[in-house]
C-alpha cells in the first residue's frame, strides 16, 4: 500500500496524534521490487571511522535508550489505528512484520518463512516460522494470521484500501496460508512489509484492545502514557536468538521539531527522527552524532502542491501549465532546504529504474507563465485567482507565502490561507480545495501508491485520488505495473507514469522530504539490521527505525 | 539575629536622678523641599519641659504643631525634609542620633498619642498584639508577662473586660475605646515623656474629657512629662502648666497657663480666645471666627506672619517681624502693639477710625442670626 | 461563616452547569465531526453511519448532553473516540503536571515580586524602584513562547543542567521531577512576576502612608518586623486577587509551554481534542479546567475574608 | 516631585480641608494643577512624561502613516538578502523570506496596536461600567454580573478561541478584538468591582450620598476619579497581555491571516526552526517595539498617579 500520505507539519502533536487521518491507514516502507541502481546516496559524510548507524566492535548487552519521535499514534491496532513513521516505529517494536524490505530493495521473509506465488501470481502461500510464541506465550500459527488477515479486511479504516488487493484468506496447514488476490499482484510481498503484514496476538485481535499491544517482537509493553511516553522491555524468548541487546527502551513523542532536536543536544534523548532540515544541517558537521538519511532506494516521500482538477480554475491544464512554470523550485528549495533538500520533478527520486531520462515536467519560466495565464483568464472571468493553504507550520506557512508571491509575479492572484488538520484532510477527501501542499507517495514498490493515482478511485463524494485526475492512459500504465512480472516492462510501465503525471500536472513537485534519523555516539547500530537469512535489510527509511539491532556503548 | 539587632547600649537615667529640664528644645528647624519651594513647617521653635509638667501647644491647622511634636521624636520620614536645632533628653541630643539609637528612645523614652484612633490601629491586627508586640519586643517580657501587662494596661485606661477586648479587631470598638487602647499602647513601655497629638479632637466632647482626665491620671501616676498638642483652647485652659501659641511654624506667645488666660499679650492668642463660643452668650449668637487664612508657609514672609490678619496692625508690623519679648516671668509675646498696652490700644482705634475691615470685625458687638431664631424668641436648636 | 460557604457553593454549582452548557454546545458547533477524524480518507458514508451509532453521535443534542452529565455523575467522563483511552485516565495524567506546573511558576514568581515590590515600596520613584519597573516591562514584553526556547537553549543545549522536554514523574525521584518542570516553570513565572509585583507595589505604597505604620515605628520596631507583621498583610488583598485570576487561568493558558517542552497537560490535551473533534475529550477538560478556577477563586475569597476581619461581615 | 507628609500637606493646604482619606473629589484634583503650569520640571508633569506622550504618538503616527513612509512593502520578497542583519537597503535586516523587518513591523504595529488598546477600551467601558455599577450597589445585579463574569473567565479562552475561528472564517482584526474583548472584560469588571467596593464603604462617599447626591453624580464625580488610577495601570498591564496573547495564538496558528504580519506573528515566526539562533532580529525587534510601547504607557500613567496622589511613604 501507499506510504501514508502523512503530513509535515510542526503541530504533527496537534494533527498527527489525534487524527493521522491523512494516513490511508496503510503505511508501506520497504524496499525496491529490483535491484536499486543505486546513486550516491544522499547520506551525510562518512565518519571518520565507521558509517554512520553501523556498530564499531562487539555488541554490549544491557542499558536503555531513549527514543524521540516527531508525533503520537492513536492506538495499536493494525486494523484500526493510524500508522504514521512513528506508528511503524512503535509496531516494529512490538510486533514483527511478516517479510521485510531488504538492502537490495526485494521483500524479504522474516515473520514468515517463505512466501511463494502460483504460476500467475494470484495465489500467494505464506508459511510462519516454527515455534514462534506471543509475548503473553500464545502459539503463532496459521488460526492467527487468517484471523489479523480477516480483521484487516473487514476493518472501517484498512479494508477499502485491500479490496483491490486481497480477495480472500484460507488456511493450507497448520503453519501456512494461502492468500487469492483480485488479480496478479506482482509487489504482494511488499505489502506483507506494511502495516498490514504485521500478526498481533488472539487475546489482543477480539478483544480489539488498542492500548495493550500483544505481538511477538523483539520488546513487550511496560506502558503507554500518550503524548509522554512509550516505556518497553525486552523479550526474553524473542524468536531471533540472541537478539535484542537492550533490555529496555524508551519513546517520547515530541512534536515540535526545535524541542526534539534540543533534546537531542541536551541529553534528554539519545536518537531521534526528523524531518526538518535545519535539525540536519545543525547536526551534520557534529562528530558527537551520528545522521543516517533516507536511503536513495525505493521511493521516498515528495513534497509538493496539489491541485484540484475537477474544480475551476485548476482544472484548465493551461493554468496548471502557468502555475507550474511559475515556480522557481530551485529558489524555493534553496530558501527551505537548508541546503539539504534537493529539488525533484518528478514522482521518483534520480537513479530510480522508474524514472524516465526526461519526463518533460515543465522547469520553471515566467514569461511562458505570464502568457499562460493571460491565454486563460479570458475564459475564467479575466482573471486567475487560486487559493493556496497549508496547515499550521512555520516552514509550510513561509514556503506557501514564497509560492504566493511566485504566483503573484506571473499575474495569478493567490490568497495564502492556514487550516487546521482535520478540515485540511476533510476538504482533500471531498475535493473542497484549489491548492494544497502535500507530502506523501513514500513507498518501496511504486504499486503501494495505485490507490492515491489511479483514477478509478477519483471518483465520488470521497475520492483517495485528491486530484481527481482522470487519465485513461495513466490507469494503463499503473495496470501493467501492477501485473506484469517482467521487470523491464514494469519499469517503462512506470515511467509512462511519470510522464502522464508530468503532461496532466495534478501534482507540482518540489523536492523530496528530508527524512533522517539522528543519534548520539552512544547508541549504536541503529541501522544496521540483518534478516534471518544473513542478509542486511533496508534499515531507515521515510522516518521508521526498527530497534531490534540496537545497543548502548556507554 | 542580623546585625540590626545588635542594641546601641543608651543609658537613660532614671526620670528622678536627672537635674535639669526632662526635655529641652532649642531654635528647631524642620522644613520640606516640595515643588512649590522650601516649605518651613517648624520655623525656629524653643521650649524646656519639666519632669511631670505639661506644655500644652496651640494653633490652628497649618501653624506646624504636629510637624513639631513628631520632629521633638524624630519621627518625621521623607527624603526631602531639612532639619536643624538641638532636641535634648534627658540629656541625649536626639538630633545627633543615628536611626538604630532613636528606635531605643522610641516607645521607651518617648511615646505619641494619635489624633485619628481609627487610622492609628492596624485594622487587620488584633488589639491584644498590638499591646503586646512592644512589651515582647522591646521591654524583653515573655509572652504570658506580656499579656498579663496588657490586660492590667487595658484596665488601668478604663476598658471593662480586657481579657475579651485584647482578641478583638480596632473595628470593633468604639472611638473613645480605641483611643484607650491607643494610650494603653503608648503607655506599655513606660516613657519618661508623652507626645499627645490632637488625642481628642476625633472624639466627641463626653469622650473628651474622660481621655483627658485619663492622660493627666497616666502622667502623674508615672511621672511623665507631657506636651498636649491641640488647636481648642478649652482642652488646654485647665489642664496644662504651660500653654505654647504657634502660629504659621512660629512660637507667638508663651506663658503659664494662668497667665496667658489673664494677660494676654498677642492680638492673634486674643482673638483665639475670642472665638471660644461662651455659654452665656445666647444660642444662636454668631461665632467670631478670625478672618482671612494663615500664610503660605513656601512663601518667603516678611515683617509679623498675623499682620494681615490682626486688627492691631501697623505699618512697623508689615516691616519688621518682631521678635519674642519678656512681659513678666516665664510671659513671652511677639508683638509690637501687644494687647491691653497704650500702644495697643491706640493701634486698634486708629485701625478702627480708619475703618480697617480687620479691626471693624474685632470690634463688632456679637449679633444673633435672625433666621435661626423662632417667632417666641427661644433659638430652633 | 457557614451562610458565607453555602451561598458560595451554590454559585459554584450554578457556575459550572452553564460551564458544562458552554463547552458541550461550543465544541458541537465545530464544523466535521470524529468520525472524520477516526476514518480519514476512507470515510465512506456508510462506514461513518456505522462509526456514528458506535459512537452514540447520532441522538439529539439534549439526549447527549444528558448522558454526558448523567455519567458524570457516575464518575464516568467518558472516553476519547480516537485513542479509546479514559478522560479521566487522560487527566490522572494532565492534572498532575499542570499542578506542578502551577505550584512551582507561581511560587517563583511571588519569590521574585515580592521582595521586589517591598524593595521598591520603602523607596518610591528611587533607583531600584525604577530598574525594577522597567524590567517588568520587559519581562512583559517577553512573550512565553520566546522565553521558553532561549531558557532551553541555554539551560538544556548548553550547559545541559535540565532536560529540554518531557516531564519525569515524582514516583521518578524528586530531583529529576524538578529538573523537568524548573524550565517551562521559570518561562510561566516571567509572565505573572509583572502582574504580582505591579499589585503588591501599588497597595504597600499605599499602606506605608497609614497612621497605623508611623505608630508602629514611634514604638521603635525594626523597619522589616512592621514590614513583614503589619504592613504585608493589608496590602496583599488585590495581591491574592491577582494570583486566583493568573492560576484559574494557567489551567488551559499553559498551553504554549506544554506544547514546548512536551507536556501533556490540560492545555495540550484540550487542544489536541478539539483538532480531533474528540467531543468527551474536550468537554471533559473544559468542565475540569472551569472547575477547578472556579474553585481557586473561591479559596481566595474565603482566603480573603480570613486576612481581612472587616468583610467577615459581608 | 518630592511630596509632603500627609499631615504637613493637611497643614499647609488649610482652607482647602481636605479630607483625611485618601480619596478626593474632582474638585481636588483641579485645585492640583499649580499656577506655574504643565510642562515645568518642578510643579508640571515632568520631562519623562512628555517625552513619553511624544514616543506614543510617535508610534502611532508611525502605524497610521504606514502605507505612505517610505519604507519597502511588507510582504515584498527579496531573495537576494535572505536572513540579513541590518543594513543600508534594510535597516533592521530581512526575515527568512527576505521581507524587510522594518516595514513589517510597522505595518505589524497597526494590528498589534488595535489588538492591544481596542478590546482593553471596551473591556473597559464594558467591564468598566458594570463593574462600577456591581460595586456600588451590591444585590441581585451585583451577584448575576458576578456570576457571569465568572462563567466568561472560569472558561477555557483557548476553547472559545479555537472553536470561533474554525467556524467563522476567516480571521479578521475585528473578530480577534471581539474575541479578546470577551477576555478583557470580565477581568477588568473584577478589577473595578473590587475597587469601587473598596471605596464605596469611603466616608467621603457616604457624606455625598448624605447631601443627596443622585447616584449617577456620585459614580462619576466622586468614585470614578479613584477607580481610575487602579483601573489603568490594570488596564495597561491587560494591553500588554494582548499583544503577546495574540503572539500565542499565532504560534497556533489561530491569528490573523497570512501575509498580513503583526507584531505577535513576527516573534512566533522569530522562534521557529532555529531562527532565534539563525537571525535572532526578527524576534528582536518586535519585541522590543512592544517594551518601549510599554514602559513609556507606563511611565506615563505612574507619573499620572503619583501626580494626582501627593503622598509620602511615612516608613
Known amino acids: 500500500m501507499a506510504d501514508s500520505a502523512d503530513r509535515y507539519d510542526r503541530r504533527a502533536f496537534l494533527t498527527r496524534g489525534a487524527t493521522t487521518a491523512a494516513a490511508v491507514g496503510l503505511a508501506g516502507v520497504g524496499l525496491p521490487s529490483l535491484l536499486a541502481a543505486c546513486g550516491s546516496g544522499t547520506t551525510a559524510p562518512?565518519?571518520?571511522?565507521?558509517?554512520?548507524?553501523?556498530?564499531?566492535?562487539?555488541?554490549?548487552?544491557?542499558?536503555?535508550?531513549?527514543?524521540?519521535?516527531?508525533?503520537?499514534?492513536?492506538?495499536?491496532?493494525?486494523?484500526?489505528?493510524?500508522?504514521?513513521?512513528?506508528?511503524?516505529?512503535?509496531?516494529?517494536?512490538?510486533?514483527?512484520?511478516?517479510?521485510?524490505?531488504?538492502?537490495?530493495?526485494?521483500?524479504k521473509p522474516y515473520l514468515a518463512q517463505s512466501v511463494v506465488p502460483n504460476t500467475d501470481m494470484t495465489v500467494w502461500t505464506i508459511t510462519l516460522r516454527p515455534g514462534v510464541t506471543f509475548h503473553d506465550g500464545s502459539p503463532l500459527n496459521a488460526d492467527v494470521l487468517v484471523a489479523n488477515m480477516q480483521a484487516l479486511q473487514t476493518s472501517a479504516l484498512t479494508g477499502q484500501a485491500l479490496r483491490g488487493v486481497v480477495d480472500t484468506v484460507a488456511k493450507t496447514g497448520d503453519l501456512s496460508v494461502a492468500v487469492t488476490c483480485a488479480e496478479p499482484i506482482v509487489a504482494f510481498p511488499h505489502y506483507l512489509a506494511t502495516q498490514v503484514g504485521y500478526v498481533i496476538a488472539l487475546a489482543q485481535l477480539e478483544s480489539q484492545n488498542s492500548t495493550k499491544p500483544i505481538g511477538t517482537g523483539p520488546f513487550s509493553l511496560v506502558e503507554w502514557v500518550p503524548n509522554d511516553h512509550l516505556a518497553v522491555t525486552r523479550n526474553h524468548n524473542y524468536w531471533r536468538s540472541g537478539l535484542p541487546y537492550l533490555d529496555?527502551?524508551?519513546?517520547?513523542?515530541?512534536?515540535?521539531?526545535?524541542?526534539?532536536?534540543?533534546?537531542?543536544?541536551?541529553?534528554?534523548?539519545?536518537?531521534?527522527?526528523?524531518?526538518?532540515?535545519?535539525?540536519?544541517?545543525?547536526?551534520?558537521?557534529?562528530?558527537?552524532?551520528?545522521?543516517?538519511?533516507?536511503?536513495?532506494?525505493?521511493?521516498?516521500?515528495?513534497?509538493?502542491?496539489?491541485?484540484?482538477t475537477s474544480v475551476a480554475p485548476t482544472s484548465d491544464i493551461v493554468v496548471r501549465q502557468a502555475l507550474a512554470h511559475a515556480i522557481n523550485v530551485d529558489e524555493l528549495v534553496k530558501l527551505f532546504g537548508a541546503g539539504i533538500a534537493k529539488p525533484n520533478l518528478s514522482l521518483f527520486p534520480p537513479g530510480s529504474p522508474y524514472r524516465p531520462a526526461d519526463n518533460g515536467y515543465p522547469t520553471y519560466d515566467l514569461a511562458k507563465a505570464k502568457q499562460l495565464v493571460a491565454q486563460a483568464a479570458p475564459n475564467h472571468g479575466g482573471s486567475i485567482k487560486i487559493s493556496l493553504a497549508t496547515i499550521t507550520d512555520p516552514r509550510l506557512l513561509n514556503e506557501v507565502q514564497a509560492i504566493a508571491s511566485m504566483w503573484g509575479l506571473a499575474g495569478i492572484?493567490?490568497?495564502?490561507?492556514?487550516?487546521?488538520?482535520?478540515?485540511?484532510?476533510?476538504?482533500?477527501?471531498?475535493?473542497?480545495f484549489q491548492a494544497y501542499t502535500d507530502e506523501m507517495f513514500g513507498a518501496t514498490d511504486p504499486d503501494l501508491n495505485y490507490v492515491w493515482l489511479s483514477p478509478t478511485t477519483a471518483n465520488g463524494p470521497i475520492a483517495l485520488n485528491f486530484a481527481r485526475n482522470k487519465d485513461d492512459a495513466l490507469e494503463t500504465a499503473l495496470q501493467t505495473g501492477r501485473t506484469t512480472s517482467d521487470q523491464a516492462v514494469r519499469a517503462k510501465a512506470y515511467q509512462q507514469v511519470d510522464k502522464r503525471l508530468a503532461q496532466d500536472l495534478p501534482y507540482l513537485w518540489a523536492s523530496l522530504a528530508t527524512w533522517c534519523s539522528i543519534g548520539s555516539n552512544v547508541v549504536q547500530n541503529f541501522n544496521n539490521l540483518t534478516l534471518p537469512d544473513g542478509s542486511k535489510a533496508l534499515g531507515f527509511s521515510n522516518g521508521v527505525l526498527d530497534p531490534t539491532p540496537v545497543w548502548r556503548k556507554d | 539575629?542580623?546585625?540590626?539587632?545588635?542594641?546601641?547600649?543608651?543609658?537613660?537615667?532614671?526620670?528622678?536622678?536627672?537635674?535639669?529640664?526632662?526635655?529641652?528644645?532649642?531654635?528647631?528647624?524642620?522644613?520640606?523641599?516640595?515643588?512649590?519651594?522650601?516649605?518651613?513647617?517648624?520655623?525656629?521653635?524653643?521650649?524646656?519641659?519639666?519632669?511631670?509638667?505639661?506644655?500644652?501647644?496651640?494653633?490652628?491647622?497649618?501653624?506646624?504643631?504636629?510637624?513639631?511634636?513628631?520632629?521633638?521624636?524624630?519621627?518625621?520620614?521623607?527624603?526631602?525634609?531639612?532639619?536643624?536645632?538641638?532636641?535634648?533628653?534627658?540629656?541625649?541630643?536626639?538630633?545627633?542620633?543615628?536611626?538604630?539609637?532613636?528606635?531605643?528612645?522610641?516607645?521607651?523614652?518617648?511615646?505619641?498619642?494619635?489624633?485619628?484612633?481609627?487610622?492609628?490601629?492596624?485594622?487587620?491586627?488584633?488589639?491584644?498584639?498590638?499591646?503586646?508586640?512592644?512589651l515582647r519586643l522591646r521591654a524583653g517580657l515573655d509572652r504570658k508577662a506580656a499579656r498579663e501587662t496588657a490586660v492590667a494596661l487595658l484596665k488601668s485606661v478604663g476598658i471593662p473586660a480586657p481579657e475579651q477586648r485584647l482578641r478583638?479587631?480596632?473595628?470593633?470598638?468604639?472611638?473613645?475605646?480605641?483611643?484607650?487602647?491607643?494610650?494603653?499602647?503608648?503607655?506599655?513601655?513606660?516613657?519618661?515623656?508623652?507626645?499627645?497629638?490632637?488625642?481628642?479632637?476625633?472624639?466627641?466632647?463626653?469622650?473628651?474629657?474622660?481621655?483627658?482626665?485619663?492622660?493627666?491620671a497616666q502622667q502623674s501616676e508615672r511621672h511623665m512629662g507631657m506636651i498636649l498638642v491641640t488647636h481648642d483652647l478649652g482642652v488646654v485652659a485647665n489642664r496644662t502648666d504651660d500653654i505654647m501659641v504657634m502660629y504659621a511654624g512660629r512660637v507667638v506667645e508663651q506663658a503659664p497657663t494662668a497667665e496667658l488666660f489673664a494677660h494676654t499679650r498677642m492680638p492673634y492668642t486674643e482673638a483665639l480666645m475670642r472665638s471660644i463660643p461662651r455659654l452665656a452668650e445666647a444660642s444662636h449668637t454668631r461665632l467670631r471666627a478670625i478672618p482671612g487664612r494663615p500664610p503660605d508657609l513656601a512663601a518667603d514672609l516678611r515683617g509679623c506672619r498675623f499682620a494681615p490678619r490682626c486688627p492691631y496692625v501697623q505699618e512697623h508690623c508689615r516691616k519688621e517681624e518682631p521678635p519674642l519679648r519678656a512681659a513678666g516671668q516665664g510671659h513671652l509675646f511677639r508683638c509690637w502693639y501687644p494687647v491691653g498696652s497704650a500702644e495697643g490700644d491706640a493701634a486698634l482705634a486708629y485701625n478702627v477710625a480708619s475703618r480697617l475691615p480687620a479691626a471693624l470685625a474685632f470690634t463688632g458687638t456679637p449679633v444673633r442670626d435672625a433666621a435661626m431664631v423662632a417667632p417666641n424668641g427661644v433659638g430652633i436648636t | 461563616m457557614l451562610r458565607f460557604t453555602a451561598t458560595r457553593l451554590v454559585q459554584l454549582v450554578v457556575i459550572c452547569f452553564l460551564i458544562s452548557v458552554f463547552a458541550f454546545l461550543l465544541v458541537h458547533l465545530l464544523p466535521g465531526d470524529p468520525t472524520l477524524a477516526i476514518l480519514g480518507p476512507n470515510d465512506t458514508p456508510a462506514a461513518r453511519a456505522v462509526l456514528l451509532h458506535q459512537l452514540g453521535l447520532n441522538k439529539g443534542l439534549l439526549a447527549q448532553y444528558g448522558t454526558w452529565i448523567v455519567n458524570i455523575f457516575h464518575g464516568n467522563l467518558g472516553a476519547s473516540f480516537l485513542t479509546k483511552q479514559t478522560v479521566t485516565n487522560a487527566l490522572s495524567v494532565a492534572v498532575p503536571i499542570d499542578l506542578e506546573l502551577i505550584v512551582v511558576s507561581q511560587v517563583l514568581a511571588l519569590l521574585v515580586a515580592i521582595p521586589m515590590a517591598l524593595i521598591a515600596a520603602l523607596r518610591p520613584n528611587r533607583a531600584f524602584d525604577r530598574v525594577a519597573t522597567t524590567s517588568t516591562f520587559a519581562m512583559l514584553s517577553l512573550p512565553t513562547f520566546v522565553a521558553g526556547p532561549l531558557l532551553v537553549l541555554v539551560f538544556a543545549v548548553t550547559l545541559k543542567w535540565v532536560p529540554a522536554t518531557g516531564f519525569n514523574r515524582l514516583s521518578q525521584g524528586l530531583g529529576p521531577n524538578l529538573k523537568s518542570v524548573i524550565?517551562?516553570?521559570?518561562?510561566?513565572?516571567?509572565?505573572?512576576?509583572?502582574?504580582?509585583?505591579?499589585?503588591?507595589?501599588?497597595?504597600?505604597?499605599?499602606?506605608?502612608?497609614?497612621?497605623?505604620?508611623?505608630?508602629?515605628?514611634?514604638?521603635?520596631?525594626s523597619t522589616r518586623y512592621i514590614l513583614l507583621r503589619h504592613v504585608m498583610r493589608p496590602s496583599s488583598f488585590s495581591l491574592l486577587a491577582g494570583a486566583g485570576i493568573s492560576i484559574g487561568t494557567l489551567f488551559t493558558g499553559a498551553f504554549v509551554v506544554e506544547v514546548l517542552f512536551q507536556l501533556p497537560g490540560i492545555g495540550f490535551q484540550l487542544v489536541q481534542a478539539i483538532y480531533g473533534r474528540d467531543y468527551l475529550v474536550v468537554q471533559g477538560m473544559a468542565l475540569v479546567a472551569a472547575v477547578a478556577f472556579v474553585v481557586v477563586n473561591f479559596g481566595v475569597d474565603y482566603l480573603l475574608t480570613v486576612l481581612d476581619p472587616r468583610v467577615r461581615r459581608a | 516631585m518630592p511630596e509632603l507628609p500627609s499631615y504637613v500637606a493637611l497643614e499647609s493646604e488649610s482652607t482647602l480641608a481636605l479630607d483625611s482619606t485618601p480619596g478626593m473629589g474632582v474638585q481636588a484634583l483641579q485645585s492640583r494643577l499649580p499656577a506655574s503650569g504643565l510642562f515645568s520640571r518642578k510643579g508640571g508633569l515632568g520631562l519623562t512624561f512628555w517625552i513619553c506622550l511624544g514616543w506614543v504618538v510617535f508610534m502611532i503616527l508611525l502605524a497610521v502613516l504606514a502605507s505612505v513612509l517610505p519604507i519597502k512593502a511588507p510582504n515584498f520578497q527579496d531573495y537576494s538578502a535572505v536572513n540579513v542583519g541590518p543594513t543600508a537597503r534594510h535597516l533592521l535586516g530581512t526575515d527568512d523570506?527576505?521581507?524587510?523587518?522594518?516595514?513589517?513591523?510597522?505595518?505589524?504595529?497597526?494590528?498589534?496596536?488595535?489588538?492591544?488598546?481596542?478590546?482593553?477600551?471596551?473591556?473597559?467601558?464594558?467591564?468598566?461600567?458594570?463593574?462600577?455599577?456591581?460595586?456600588?450597589?451590591?444585590?441581585?445585579?451585583?451577584?448575576?454580573?458576578?456570576?457571569?463574569?465568572?462563567?466568561?473567565?472560569?472558561?477555557?479562552?483557548?476553547?472559545?478561541?479555537?472553536?470561533?475561528?474554525?467556524?467563522?472564517?476567516?480571521?479578521?482584526?475585528?473578530?480577534?478584538?471581539?474575541?479578546?474583548?470577551?477576555?478583557?472584560?470580565?477581568?477588568?469588571?473584577?478589577?473595578?468591582?473590587?475597587?469601587?467596593?473598596?471605596?464605596?464603604?469611603?466616608?467621603?462617599?457616604?457624606?455625598?450620598?448624605?447631601?443627596?447626591?443622585?447616584?449617577?453624580?456620585?459614580?462619576?464625580?466622586?468614585?470614578?476619579?479613584?477607580?481610575v488610577p487602579a483601573a489603568v495601570s490594570f488596564a495597561l498591564i491587560g494591553v500588554a497581555i494582548a499583544i503577546v496573547l495574540e503572539g500565542s495564538l499565532a504560534f497556533l496558528g489561530l491569528s490573523i491571516g497570512l501575509p498580513t504580519s503583526s507584531l505577535g506573528n513576527i516573534i512566533n515566526d522569530g522562534v521557529n526552526s532555529n531562527n532565534l539562533t539563525l537571525n535572532p532580529f526578527i524576534a528582536l525587534w518586535p519585541s522590543l517595539y512592544i517594551f518601549l510601547l510599554l514602559t513609556a504607557l507606563n511611565l506615563m500613567a505612574d507619573r499620572l498617579r503619583s501626580y494626582f496622589d501627593l503622598r509620602e511613604v511615612t516608613l
Not at chain 1, 71 to 97: C, M, Q, R, V, W
Not at chain 2, 16 to 42: M, N
Not at chain 2, 55 to 81: A, D, H, Q, Y
Not at chain 4, 200 to 208: D, K, L, N, T
Open chain 3, 183 to 221: 524550565l517551562p516553570s521559570v518561562a510561566l513565572a516571567i509572565g505573572s512576576i509583572t502582574v504580582y509585583y505591579r499589585l503588591l507595589r501599588a497597595d504597600l505604597i499605599a499602606t506605608l502612608q497609614e497612621d497605623f505604620v508611623t505608630m508602629a515605628r514611634s514604638k521603635g520596631l
Open chain 1, 248 to 308: 529496555g527502551l524508551t519513546y517520547r513523542p515530541i512534536s515540535e521539531d526545535q524541542s526534539r532536536e534540543n533534546s537531542l543536544r541536551s541529553g534528554t534523548i539519545d536518537l531521534m527522527v526528523t524531518r526538518d532540515p535545519d535539525a540536519i544541517r545543525d547536526l551534520r558537521d557534529n562528530a558527537d552524532y551520528q545522521l543516517v538519511l533516507n536511503p536513495n532506494v525505493g521511493q521516498g516521500d515528495m513534497d509538493f502542491v496539489i491541485l484540484n
Open chain 4, 97 to 227: 523570506l527576505g521581507r524587510d523587518l522594518l516595514s513589517r513591523v510597522i505595518f505589524g504595529s497597526r494590528v498589534s496596536l488595535v489588538i492591544g488598546f481596542a478590546p482593553i477600551l471596551a473591556g473597559l467601558v464594558i467591564g468598566g461600567a458594570a463593574g462600577l455599577l456591581a460595586g456600588y450597589r451590591s444585590g441581585p445585579a451585583d451577584t448575576v454580573l458576578n456570576a457571569v463574569s465568572f462563567v466568561l473567565l472560569a472558561f477555557p479562552a483557548l476553547l472559545a478561541i479555537m472553536v470561533i475561528e474554525t467556524f467563522w472564517k476567516p480571521v479578521s482584526l475585528f473578530k480577534l478584538t471581539v474575541m479578546f474583548t470577551f477576555v478583557a472584560a470580565p477581568l477588568l469588571f473584577r478589577v473595578i468591582r473590587a475597587t469601587t467596593l473598596s471605596f464605596s464603604s469611603r466616608e467621603f462617599v457616604v457624606a455625598a450620598r448624605a447631601t443627596g447626591a443622585k447616584t449617577s453624580r456620585l459614580l462619576l464625580r466622586e468614585l470614578l476619579p479613584n477607580i
Open chain 1, 413 to 432: 492572484q493567490t490568497t495564502v490561507s492556514e487550516i487546521e488538520q482535520v478540515t485540511f484532510i476533510d476538504n482533500l477527501v471531498t475535493g473542497q
Open chain 1, 46 to 107: 562518512p565518519h571518520a571511522s565507521s558509517t554512520p548507524g553501523i556498530g564499531i566492535g562487539t555488541p554490549k548487552r544491557g542499558g536503555t535508550v531513549t527514543i524521540g519521535l516527531n508525533s503520537e499514534i492513536d492506538g495499536f491496532l493494525p486494523s484500526a489505528s493510524h500508522f504514521d513513521n512513528s506508528g511503524l516505529t512503535y509496531a516494529n517494536t512490538i510486533f514483527d512484520t511478516l517479510t521485510v524490505v531488504g538492502a537490495d530493495g526485494s521483500a
Open chain 2, 1 to 134: 539575629m542580623s546585625r540590626w539587632s545588635r542594641r546601641p547600649q543608651l543609658s537613660f537615667p532614671d526620670v528622678g536622678s536627672i537635674e535639669g529640664p526632662l526635655l529641652e528644645v532649642i531654635d528647631l528647624h524642620t522644613s520640606f523641599r516640595t515643588g512649590r519651594g522650601l516649605v518651613r513647617a517648624v520655623d525656629g521653635v524653643s521650649l524646656t519641659l519639666g519632669r511631670g509638667r505639661t506644655l500644652g501647644v496651640v494653633g490652628e491647622s497649618g501653624s506646624g504643631k504636629t510637624v513639631l511634636s513628631r520632629s521633638i521624636m524624630g519621627l518625621v520620614p521623607g527624603s526631602n525634609v531639612e532639619r536643624s536645632g538641638v532636641v535634648r533628653f534627658s540629656g541625649h541630643d536626639l538630633t545627633a542620633m543615628s536611626l538604630a539609637e532613636l528606635r531605643e528612645v522610641w516607645g521607651m523614652q518617648v511615646a505619641l498619642v494619635f489624633q485619628d484612633p481609627m487610622t492609628a490601629l492596624n485594622p487587620v491586627v488584633r488589639v491584644g498584639r498590638q499591646i503586646t508586640e512592644s
Open chain 2, 168 to 216: 478583638n479587631y480596632p473595628h470593633e470598638l468604639s472611638g473613645g475605646m480605641r483611643q484607650r487602647v491607643m494610650i494603653a499602647i503608648a503607655v506599655a513601655c513606660g516613657p519618661k515623656l508623652l507626645l499627645a497629638d490632637e488625642p481628642t479632637t476625633g472624639l466627641d466632647v463626653t469622650v473628651q474629657a474622660q481621655i483627658l482626665d485619663l492622660l493627666a
